[in-house]
């Protein structure tokens, strides 16, 4: 059940909803949009009469919900979520960089991948304190004293840490040291352990199961969100399918399909969803194509001598390689994506430049390299999207003339959000 609210509710009207909902013995999750706030239910084991609710001064409407999620969707939240973790944000304008090694090996493997991924503009640094291997013979990660490590880097980079919770007990040191939950593919149903990253204070990133379903991914969501942590990001890393040329098959049919349905960011892992370094940095860029909020990049700075994972891992300057352009490339696309047709050239123009000032990884030079690089014409022709090269470096070679080529462009040329 869903109590959308009138966009005049007051506060208080808000209140009174919420306390009869805890009355009646079900949890209510408050969603304040933009425009009206909606109020999930749960908690419930068979239908709720709504009827109650409908007389209730502020309540617009009342919804029921007949697919098996409530709270991960459209319905409850129209707006997309934003996952912020101090400066860094994943599902907002910025395309999210998450990078960094399989595994925290040593000090030194750590450093030097972390400078990398510090130095790419990214925010976010991953790394396995604990690794769910298939063997018990292999590599298991560091453990607690991979901490260490990681506390230094987050120190002295300033990055914020990822890093997959294989058990329970993981959870508290995740929460003293670090800044985002994983939750692994073979823990996406582990119920008990997605119930408590729900009652934990940081962002959960909730990797796809290899065998799930859209469904079952998205339930996995909802039994977070159930215990009221909102502040999960999805992240497609590849289904096991009868391929052989990839280890898992990377569906990035999943983003928009869940973009029609889900107000959560989702993210997407090439590294995991290939299981090959020359076929990450394609797929990366696909996944951003698509419409991804994010990517997650697996760096080592000597693969061939990695103890897990290692035919993924890119270099640090193969990375380097892939992040520059994917972020320009992005700003573009999401550029086409939110001007509308009735904008002036002056607002798409303040528009371009807060883009450029939020992008850390922006060059100029390599704008210019790639306005050299990219094809001359900037009609509607190369498609809205990849038109971003030639838009992106004109932004740097003259302002005057690339708001009048925005002003001269037709209104088809502008991209329609997936
Ligand atoms: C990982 O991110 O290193 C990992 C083990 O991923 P997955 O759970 O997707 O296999
Ligand atoms: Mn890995």
Redesign the pocket.
């Known amino acids: 059940m869903l109590i959308v609210m009138k966009p005049s509710a007051t506060a208080h009207e808000i209140d009174a909803v919420v306390n009869v909902v805890q009355a009646i013995g079900l949890r209510p999750h408050p969603m304040p949009g933009a425009t009206r706030t909606a109020i999930g239910i749960t908690g419930n084991e068979g239908p709720v009469d709504g009827r109650r609710f409908e007389n209730l001064p502020g309540v617009a409407e009342v919804i029921r919900v007949t697919k098996p999620y409530k709270l991960i969707t459209l319905d409850l939240r129209p707006e997309k979520t934003i996952v912020r973790t101090g400066d860094g944000t994943i599902g907002g304008s910025e395309l999210a960089i998450i990078a960094g090694p399989?595994?925290i090996e040593n000090r030194e493997q750590a450093f030097a991948v972390a400078r990398a991924v510090q130095q790419s503009g990214a925010r976010f640094f991953r790394g396995?304190v604990w690794?769910p291997r298939t063997s018990p013979y292999t590599f298991q990660g560091l453990g607690e004293k991979a901490w260490e490590i990681m506390a230094d880097i987050r120190q002295a980079f300033g990055l914020k840490i990822v890093t997959e919770a294989v058990d329970e007990s993981n959870i508290d040191l995740i929460e003293e040291h670090g800044d985002i939950i994983q939750i692994g593919a073979r823990s996406m149903q582990n119920f008990s352990l997605l119930k408590k990253t729900g009652r934990s204070k940081l962002p959960v990133l909730l990797k796809r199961g290899m065998a799930a379903t859209l469904e079952e991914w998205l339930l996995a969501a909802e039994y977070i969100m159930a215990e009221g942590n909102y502040n999960v990001i999805l992240c497609e890393r590849g289904v096991r399918t009868f391929a052989q040329h990839t280890r898992n098959t990377l569906d990035l049919a999943a983003v928009p399909a869940i973009r029609r349905i889900s107000h959560l960011p989702v993210i997407v892992d090439p590294?995991?969803g290939t299981g090959t370094a020359y076929m990450v940095t394609p797929l990366a860029r696909a996944g951003v194509a698509v419409g991804a909020d994010g990517l997650m990049v697996?760096v080592h700075n000597h693969p061939e001598l990695a103890l897990?994972?290692g035919a993924?891992a890119l270099t640090p300057s193969e990375y380097a390689q892939l992040v520059a352009p994917t972020i320009s490339c992005s700003i573009s696309a999401s550029l086409d994506v939110n001007f509308s047709s009735s904008e002036t050239t002056r607002s798409r123009w303040m528009k371009l430049q807060t883009w450029r000032r939020s992008t850390s990884a922006f060059r100029p030079d390599r704008a210019r390299r790639a306005k050299r690089a990219s094809a001359k014409k900037s009609s509607c022709d190369s498609g809205p999207r990849f038109r971003s090269w030639a838009s992106v470096s004109d932004i740097n070679a003259s302002p005057k003339r690339t708001a009048e080529r925005w002003s001269a462009l037709p209104d088809s040329c502008m991209g329609k959000h997936p």
Do not use: I, L, R
Request: glycine share 10%; net charge negative.
């Open positions: 399989c595994a396995g690794k590294s995991h697996e897990s994972d993924q």
